[in-house]
């Protein structure tokens, strides 16, 4: 079956660095997208990932490892409004999204 | 500002009644989609539209039906609600299909049946 592994909550401090891990198993691979969810917002986008290796976009970056079935998200500088959920969706061989559970960031000052 | 609109936001239902959530977007996507959103749970799919006049079953279709009568409209209608329908759905759009992965969200209906 296809699984989606990310924790679901970590804390971290304004200013400092955190990484968020995912891990995914599912039919086939189209690549792996991360999306920003805020409380009671909708869902946006952050990054993709088709090839292995790290795409730096800003205070964020995303690595991919297609082998291991892992990806992880960067965040640095963290601001509190970094404050949200992180969801981690591969794509599968059908090009159909299969979505974590999100990982809650909670940044403190 | 364009994007996607839902509607409502919220709504409070009474089992076996039947219900519409709206959905509309301006920005000429072929591809539209409806996500259930549920505590503890990743995003689900329900059903999905890749171009005006076509629409597939996602992962939980059951209890729910949609249409594509154009580029715009992607109402999703529960025939009859049953409490275990609670839940937060999302309206999205994408390009092209899955293709382009970049889905747009609207700002989601929170339906509760009791």
């Known amino acids: 079956g296809q699984n989606i592994d990310q924790p679901t909550e970590m804390t971290a401090t304004e200013g400092a660095i955190v990484q968020i891990n995912c891990t995914y198993q599912?039919?086939?691979?189209?690549?792996l997208f991360w999306y920003q969810q805020h409380a009671g917002e909708a869902p946006t986008f952050l990054s993709y990932?088709?090839l292995d290796g790290l795409e730096e976009k800003g205070r964020f970056s995303s690595f991919l490892s297609r082998s291991k079935g892992y990806s992880y998200l960067l965040l640095k500088e963290l601001q509190m409004k970094d404050s949200a959920s992180y969801l981690c969706?591969?794509?599968?061989?059908?090009?159909?999204?299969?979505w974590g559970a999100g990982t809650k960031l909670i940044i403190k000052p | 500002i364009a994007g996607i609109t839902q509607a409502p936001t919220s709504q409070i239902l009474a089992a076996g009644r039947r219900m519409t959530l709206r959905c509309t977007q301006d920005?000429?996507?072929?591809?539209m989609y409806w996500y259930r959103q549920d505590l503890g749970l990743g995003l689900r799919l329900i059903h999905y539209?890749?171009?005006?006049?076509?629409?597939g079953k996602g992962e939980v279709p059951d209890g729910y039906s949609v249409s594509r009568a154009n580029t715009d409209d992607f109402p999703l209608t529960l025939a009859s609600a049953v409490p275990s329908q609670t839940s937060v759905y999302f309206c999205?759009?994408?390009?092209?299909?899955?293709?382009?992965?970049?889905?747009?969200f609207g700002e989601g209906s929170r339906l509760t049946v009791l």
């Open positions: 999205a759009s994408s390009e092209e299909g899955h293709l382009t992965g970049e889905l747009f």
């Open positions: 920005m000429r996507h072929n591809a």
């Open positions: 539209s890749n171009t005006a006049g076509t629409t």
């Open positions: 599912t039919s086939g691979f189209n690549g």
């Open positions: 990932n088709v």
């Open positions: 969706a591969p794509m599968d061989s059908n090009y159909q999204l299969i």
